[in-house]
């Protein structure tokens, strides 16, 4: 009886992979799975394989020149990101859509703004705003892979891109990404473009640091409203020389400002919960309102303050 030999296992066939596949895979992963056909040319990929891709479906034309990997899920990333390939290298993602690139809002935008030179010959897109204006060299960055106009303007441009509610895209770049001389410096080099106006009385707002300023927007929605009873800076802590913005006194309904996150400190935050939950162990009951309350849902506001008189009233009696 004879022995026979194990088999061989047999090899798998390696397809070959250039250069080319790996750097549009590359390309293709960081960029959400969209990529321009310049971008695919430079990697040494020839128009033949980029045809072939598109005639087999494996690619799709997203906008003249730009496509889409069938591989790839088509995300918010995928579209902002094509819209600013699609906008050539002297593009720039502007408003919204930089904001939400910056991580300034979660708000995925809509319609995609970009900025772009006067005399750059491209025609609008659907999905797509362009505006043509000269950009600023120090108003043009590269984050993620994409050119998106600074840190400063986006976030300038995106909260009067948004309205109401808008405030809150500054607010939190003034927190966390960028500094009030920086945001100015970007107002004035851009200083007479659509959205200037807004842009101006939202700079002003941030740079004001007096509590006063948003406590008096709130006395006057008060009166206007037709609420009394209120007094201001209402003491609480003589010792401490801690105060209630606006106090009504025998409902024990306190009001707190907050203002602009970006004006408060660490102490400041820690002394106002501390005093807040003083006052909630002394009965009393606390609201709390920001700036963007006070100047983009006022209505709200008087409404709130009314329902919290009337309970504490109710519950006196």
């Not at 990697?43 to 889409?68: E, Q």
Request: proline share 6%; hydrophobic share 40%.
């Amino acid at each position: 009886m004879h022995n026979r030999a194990a088999p061989r296992p047999v090899r798998p066939m390696l397809v070959p992979v250039d250069d080319a596949d790996v750097w549009v895979a590359e390309i293709l992963r960081r960029q959400g799975g969209v990529i321009a056909r310049r971008q695919a040319l430079g990697t040494g990929m020839t128009t033949g394989r980029v045809r072939t891709k598109l005639d087999t479906a494996r690619w799709a034309t997203v906008h003249p020149s730009v496509y889409r990997s069938a591989e790839h899920p088509f995300s918010c990333v995928s579209r902002v990101t094509a819209a600013a390939l699609w906008a050539g290298a002297n593009g720039y993602l502007y408003g919204h859509a930089a904001a939400w690139w910056w991580g300034l809002t979660p708000i995925e935008p809509g319609r995609i703004a970009v900025v772009i030179p006067p005399r750059e010959n491209r025609r609008g897109r659907i999905g797509i705003e362009v505006i043509r204006r000269p950009l600023p060299s120090a108003d043009r960055a590269w984050y993620r892979s994409t050119q998106v106009t600074g840190v400063a303007l986006s976030a300038l441009a995106g909260s009067v891109a948004l309205g109401p509610g808008g405030g809150a895209v500054l607010d939190r770049a003034l927190q966390t990404k960028v500094s009030l001389p920086q945001v100015r410096a970007a107002y004035y080099r851009n200083l007479g473009t659509r959205g200037s106006k807004d842009a101006g009385e939202l700079l002003r707002a941030a740079a004001n640091r007096s509590a006063a300023v948003s406590e008096r927007i709130f006395v006057k929605l008060l009166r206007e409203g037709g609420i009394h009873g209120w007094r201001v800076n209402h003491p609480w802590e003589p010792a401490s020389r801690s105060t209630i913005d606006v106090a009504f006194v025998a409902e024990r309904l306190a009001i707190e400002i907050d203002g602009w996150a970006w004006h408060h400190t660490p102490d400041r935050f820690q002394r106002d919960r501390t005093k807040q939950n003083q006052l909630t162990a002394a009965g009393w009951t606390v609201l709390r309102f920001t700036w963007f309350d006070l100047t983009e849902r006022p209505r709200e506001v008087v409404r709130a303050v009314r329902d919290a008189v009337r309970r504490a009233t109710d519950h006196r009696f």
